[in-house]
């Protein structure tokens, strides 16, 4: 029934920001962590940052001190704040979210140009 749509990807240059949305079609309860992940052309899907339950973060080291990772409970969304974007940015963005089960949005496609 839960389903999860990304929002907020697009084109920018080098050095700009985006901040993409992750929103819930319907209430999840029982939520561990809710995260975004990224895969590039070529690929493999890796982590970027996570969010869990009791309001602590975590980034991967690629990331540390530019992404930063959010959620509004009232609008059931998880946001992810993109600054100083590098080309190696360049990626489609998913979204995540564990309760006993992953939930995964269909992405939306981020692109740095330089």
């Known amino acids: 029934q839960v389903q999860l749509v990304e929002s907020g990807g697009g084109l920018v240059q080098a050095g700009g920001s985006l901040r993409l949305s992750c929103s819930a079609s319907g209430i999840i309860v029982n939520i561990n962590y809710m995260g975004w992940y990224r895969q590039a052309p070529g690929k493999q899907r890796e982590y970027v940052a996570v969010?869990?339950?009791?309001?602590?973060?975590n980034y991967a080291d690629s990331v540390k001190g530019r992404f930063t990772i959010s959620r509004d409970a009232a609008k059931n969304t998880v946001y992810l704040q993109m600054n100083n974007l590098k080309p190696e940015d360049t990626a489609v963005y998913y979204c995540?979210?564990?309760?006993?089960?992953?939930?995964w949005g269909q992405g939306t496609q981020v692109t740095v140009s330089s």
């Open positions: 969010l869990t339950s009791g309001g602590s973060t």
């Open positions: 995540n979210v564990f309760s006993g089960h992953p939930y």
